[in-house]
Every structure is written in C-alpha cells, then in structure tokens.
C-alpha cells in the first residue's frame, strides 16, 4: 500500500464541476490517486437519498485541491469548484483498493460539509467501454441529516465562491496535456503580484538626489531628472515626477516580466515630459550598458533599426523608464522567431464621434463572439479610450493567419452594428466612427503592453480587466495608473496572465 500523507491522514475531495452537465466528483486519496465517482445529484447527508454514483477514471494527487477552469475542448472542460474537503477512513478494511475492487467501500468522511459514513455500492460489472454505475449511500448515523441538500451549499470551501464566480474570474487553468506535476497552471500570483524590488530599494530610491545610482535587482543605474515632473495631474492631484515612474518600473517589472521577456521592445520616447512631443526610439543606443539585453536583428534593412532592448530582467525595465520610455510596446513575436506572432490582437479603436459605451458595445460583442467560436482571448483597456484583446495562439501560424482570422471576426461583428464601424483606411473618412483594427497583426507592428504607462494627464496605465468588467459602469478606458494599479494587483492578481497560454488553433468561422 502506497505511503499516506506526512501526518498519516488520507484526504478526500468533491468538487462540483460544470463540463457538459452539471455534477460533483467524489474523490478519494488511495494508494497515490484519486479514486473518483461522479455523482449527478450530488452528495448528501440524507440518510433515505440513493445516489447515482458513475465510476470514472483515477485522477492524479495534484488534482485534490484544483479550483478553476478546464479548457473547452479538453475531457471534463467546465469550471471546478473544491465544493468540499477532509480527511477520511475506510472503514472495516485496511485495503481500500481491494473494497473498491470487490464492489463496496465504507467510509468514514470528516470534511466541512460532508460527515459521517458514506457507503457505495456497484451495482453491478459494465460490459467493455461502460463505466461502471455505483449506489452512493449515507449511514443513519449521529451526523445524518433529514432532507440534506447539496444545492443548498453552492460555495467552494476553499474561496467562497460559486462555479459562475470562478468561470467569471478563475485564478488557475488545468491542462491535462501536461505532466501531473504542471497540470494546474496559475492565472494569478498567489502572493501579491509587485514583489520583487525591496522596500530597502525603494527607500534609497527616494533618498537619492536629483541624479544618482541606484543599486537595485543587482544592477546599479544612474539616474538622472528624477525631480522632473513627467506628467501633468488629473483630478486635483499633483503631476507625477520621473521618481515615481522609476519607482513603479521597479515595482511593476516583476509583473510584466512574462509578457515582455525575449521580445524586442520598441520605446516610445517623452524626454521633456508627456505635455511634450514624443518620438519611437526602437534602435538601442550605444551608450546602453553592456549588461542591458538586446536582440541584433539578422534580417534589418540598411539604415533601419538593428539593435532592440529586450526586457529580459526587471532592471532593464527602469533603465528603459530612465531613457524617457513612457510607453512600452513589445513585439507579439519573439526574438527566437520574430516571423511567427504568439498572439492574434484585436484593437478596438474609438474614433472622435465614438463614446465610451459604444467602445463597450464592441468590446461585449467580441467577448460573445469568441465563446461562440471557443477562443479564449484577454481584454485589456488601453489607458486611452479603447480597449484591446489578445488571444495566444499555438506556434506556426504567420501574421497573415492572424490578420486574416480576425479581420473576418471583426467584420461579422461590424456587421451588427453598421452604425458604429467604418473599415476605411483613411482616418479623416471614417467619419468619427471606430475601427476595429485588424491590420495591428503585422510583422514588426505593436500594441501598447499590459501595465505599460500612456502619455498623459495622472499617468494611465493599459490595464487588464476581467470579462464581466465590461459590465461595470465604473470602468473607464483610463481609469487604473500609475498610482492605483499597483494595489489593483494585489488585490485582484495579474488579470492577463490568461493571454500567456494555452495557445490556441483559430478555428474557421464559416
């Protein structure tokens, strides 16, 4: 008999999982996996309830405490709650795999909403390729309860949560693809997010001077301006100096890490500030330190840029805020194969006559078309008017394949609501109206990246949101900054970590 966990206590687990129907997965913890029953009706503490329980296939350990969603498309796809969780017993038996091989089991469960002994029974041996069907039973025993309904205790007794909460905003993704130990990959940061830089950094960040070096992530950076406001205010707030942009650099670059890391980074540059013209700096100058990561492009033309920052650590993030950087546009492919985007973008772009609820009306109809067609993309406002979704998918595809797919998403969209789409190239004749943006997915062609500061008024940032936030009438395109989206994150997690995986097919859409 397989080893029990350090304190000699076997677990057991019921999830309630919405794939195709509705149903709660009874689990025990035997002999290194989950010997697992679903169960349509779900468990009870009625002592007169007989209950459907269908054998299904052992899962493995890792899966016990899994809360969040299954991918559409893979076996079980749905979203999983831990609707309960314990310790259990088998009872009149030392080999509960020989009990379950002989047809019955006793157990004794001691979870937060199951007690007592649960009995189940084989009703009799499937004929090949049938899961066998079970009686799930409880004793009349001293935790028995008349009546017992599992539907009236929906919640997860890990978070609290519902099954519609966690399919709204789920914080892990399980994907049986990979190996037990990497099956359940996590949406969000389990501690907050902006660890990294020490408060003792920051500290000597703020005792420096106008120009100084800063020691941090092991690097040390001069520094220069940091008195110099950067951004206007907003609100009645004060402007926002080149202090604090460092400061954030340094706090946010734990987080953007994964979504800038070995793409060439192209600078939007505001050395007087954001009330001052700006201009692209894409070439990295000579005057860089050596230690700061670059990409030499084998395939630039004479005279176009060869040298690109990449942000493969988080000090090269502040030197690039230190250079005048107040926007961050990294590729959407990768050094390693610049040709082959990682991501289709859709750019929901307003135009002068487009309010902010059109925008919305745009952004909903995307997020209805592409559970339609079973693509999962990750929304973001662009800290301007619009908003932006991009969709990670699976390595091959060329930029004309993602063009050409969302191209043909945003005209059937489009076609809904005429009124407030115009497809013309030429800004002056769309009239006002939107454009949803297909050509963005390009070759050398970039949006603004996720926690990226804009150029403006209180220094918004293009911040990730959650789908069901289009429904709040408080989101605004430009509502998270500088100043506010760090205690966002950890109060919420990294919204976009969705967009880095799994990669998906672009399935036809005729």
Known sequence: MAALPGDGQRRFVVQKHRARRLHYDLRFEIDGVLVSWAVPMGPTLDPKAKRLAVHVEDHPIEYIDFEGVIPRGEYGGGDVIVWDLGTWEPHDTDDPAAAVAAGELHADVHGRKLRGRLVLVRRGRANAGEQEQWLLLHKDDDFAVPGWDPADHPTSVLSGRTNDEVKADPDRLWRSDLPPDQDSVQLKAEEPATAGVSDDELAALDELGNNGTWEVYGRQLKLTNLDKELFGGRDDEPGLTKRELISYSARIAPVILPYVAGRPLNMNRFPGGATKPGFWNKQLPDHAPDWVPRWVNPDAKEGRTTTYLVVDEPAALIWAANFGALEWHAWTSTTADPRHPTYALIDIDPGPSTSWDDVLVLARLHRTALEHVGVKGQPKVTGRRGIQIWIPVVAGLDFADTRVWVEELSKAIGSVVPDLVSWKWDVQAREGL??????????????????????????????????????????????????????????????FRPALGPPQELPPLR
């Open 434 to 495: 939107a454009r949803l943006d297909y050509t963005q997915n390009v070759h050398n062609k970039t949006l603004v990246s996720p926690y990226s500061p804009r150029p403006a008024p209180g220094a918004p940032v293009s911040a990730p949101i959650a789908w069901d936030e289009l429904d709040d009438p408080d989101l605004r395109p430009d509502g998270f900054t500088v100043r506010t989206v760090l205690d966002r994150i950890d109060r919420v997690g990294d919204l």
